[in-house]
């Protein structure tokens, strides 16, 4: 018999969603090859998440951020080699 414990599953919230989305997809084979990824809003996701997100990967060193026309953001990094 399941106790009410095990029944109290915490979901993950839109913020979280929009995380795991976005990081599927920076860390793709092809986006690592390219150290470089385009990412777009999904129609059902909160503006404040979005915001959130760009900021948070804007302050990251060595990433820059490229705001597209088209509502697209391109991602570029640089990996740098220590020393």
Excluded: C
């Amino acid at each position: 018999m399941a106790t009410a414990k095990s029944a109290a599953v915490k979901l993950p919230s839109s913020y979280e969603l929009l995380a795991a989305r976005i990081q599927k997809i920076i860390n793709s084979t092809g986006a690592q090859k390219a150290k470089a990824a385009l990412i777009f809003k999904a129609p059902d996701e909160a503006d404040d998440d979005w915001a959130q997100l760009l900021g948070e990967i804007a302050e990251t060193d060595n990433v820059t951020l490229a705001h597209r026309d088209d509502g697209g953001v391109q991602i570029f990094w640089v990996v740098t080699q220590d020393d």
